[in-house]
């Protein structure tokens, strides 16, 4: 199948595995990564070397307040709760606006 990319998108190389196997469908950015729009079809590397490890279907772009994170959105990240929130704040710091991703691998 051939289709057009929109954009590319990084992950930090440790979330490559469950990526890949669909254990992790959501992403929490923040507003410098906002601009992505549900139908986009995103290159996606790893943050650390650029690498090209898969491309992904948009499906859902969200704003969401950090207080509003709930069990629902760790299952789809793969961690806890109180993982995804130490995840974030430890990239972002505190932070109380987020963009949800939502996605499907379309290649691999
Ligand atoms: C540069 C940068 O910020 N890269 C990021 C940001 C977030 N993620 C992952 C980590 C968590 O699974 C969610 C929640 O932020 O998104 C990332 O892989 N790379």
């Not at 595995?17 to 790893?46: C, M, W």
């Not at 207080?67 to 932070?95: F, P, R």
């Amino acid at each position: 199948m051939t289709y057009t990319i929109d954009g590319e998108i990084t992950f930090f190389e440790r979330f490559e595995a469950d990526i890949l196997s669909g254990a992790k469908n959501i992403t929490l950015r923040d507003q410098s990564e906002s601009h992505f729009k549900v139908g986009q079809r995103l290159h996606v590397a790893t943050f650390e070397d650029n690498r090209w490890f898969c491309d992904i279907l948009v499906e859902r772009v969200e704003k969401l307040a950090f207080n509003h994170l709930n069990d629902v959105h760790a299952q789809q990240e793969n961690m806890t709760l109180a993982e995804l929130k130490k995840v974030i704040i430890d990239i972002y710091g505190s932070i109380d606006t987020l963009y949800l991703i939502g996605f499907s691998v379309i290649k691999a």
